[in-house]
C-alpha cells in the first residue's frame, strides 16, 4: 500500500510511529510542515522535520516529545553567557549538530528536501520524510501587548509567550510563493491512502493545505483524517489558542468542518465526542468513526492508525458507488 501522510511535530511523529507498526512493508510518504521554521545563531532549525526524523529514528526524548535524548545544554550555557539572544528557544548540543549540518548544505546550495533526506540517511526513519516546500515559508501571529500591535515568529509566540497573549491572525508569510517539494505531488497522486494524523489543525496541517497545489491534489484522493481534539481540548500543546485565532471551535467537528469536503472522506474522533454523528455519515457525506483517539504508546498509536487506514480502504472500496451505500460497514 502506498500511504502519504502529512505531519507536523509531536502528535504527527507519534501517529507516523504507529502508522509505520500498523502497516508493516507500506511504502509511506511524510509530508512535513516547516512553517515553524525558524533561523537562531545563523543555523536553520526545522522542529517539526526533526521530530519525526528523531521519533521513527529512535532518537527522541520520549518525556519531552521533541529534542534528542541523552540531551546536554553546554552550547545554550555558553551562548547565554555571551547575552546572545534568544535564550527561550531551547536546542541541545546534540540537536545542535543537526542544524549545523543543514545549515552547511543549505548554503553550498542543496534544496531543503535533499538535505532532509541527507539527514535521514542517518536516522532511517522507515519513511520518506519531504518537507512540503523547499521555499522558505514562517508562520508569523499578529499579537498586542505592552509593545503595541506586532507581528512575531510563531515560534516566539508559542515557545516564549506560551500562547498567553491572544494570536489576532496567524501568517505564513511566503505562502503565496511557495511551491511543493519535488516528490510531494508525485507522491500523493500515487497514494492509495492519505492520512491527516492528529496534528495541530491549524499551524501544522493547515499551514501544509496552503502550499500552493497540495490541497487541490489531495481532494482527489482517499483522505481520513484522525482528530486532534480529544473531549473538546487538545491533547497536548495549545491548539486551542490556534483555532480560536481563526475563529474555529475547539471542538472535532469544528476541525472536521475547518478541513471540510471534499478534502476529507472519512474522520475518526475520539469515542467521547460523539457529538459528530458517530460510526455513520458526519458531514457532507465524510464518514466519522469513533475510537479512543489517545496515543499513550506504540500500540495504541498503531491501533489509531489501523482504524484510519481500515476506514481509508472502506472508502475506496465504495468509491463510485450510488451515495445511499455509503454509511453501510464493511464495503
Ligand atoms: P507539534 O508541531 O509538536 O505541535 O505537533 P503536531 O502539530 O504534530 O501535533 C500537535 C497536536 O497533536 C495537538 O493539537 C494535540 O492535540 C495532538 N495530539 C497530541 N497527542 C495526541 C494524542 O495522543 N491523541 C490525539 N488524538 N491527538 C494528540
Ligand atoms: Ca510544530
Redesign the pocket.
Known sequence: MRIVSL????????FLRGLLAAAPGSEITVIGNTG?DITLYGLQVCP?LD?VMYTLGGGIDEDQG?GRQKETHVVKEELAAYGVEPQWFGLGDRDFATHIVRTQMLRAGYPLSAVTEALCARWEPGVRLIPMSDDRTETHVVISDEQGRRAVHFQEWWVRLRASVPAEEIILVGADQARPAPGVLEAIADADAVILP???PVV?IGTILQIKGIREALESKTVVG?????GGA????M?DACLTAIGVETTAQAVLELYGSPLVNGWLV?EEDDGVGLDGVGLDGVRVRSRP???HDVESAAAIARAALDLATELSASRGEPAGTQGEDGL
Open positions: 505531519a507536523g511535530g509531536i502528535g504527527g511523529a507519534r515553524d517539526d521530530t521533541w492528529p496534528s495541530n501544522s484522525v482528530s486532534p481534539i480529544v487538545p491533547v497536548r500543546g491548539a475520539a483517539l489517545i496515543m
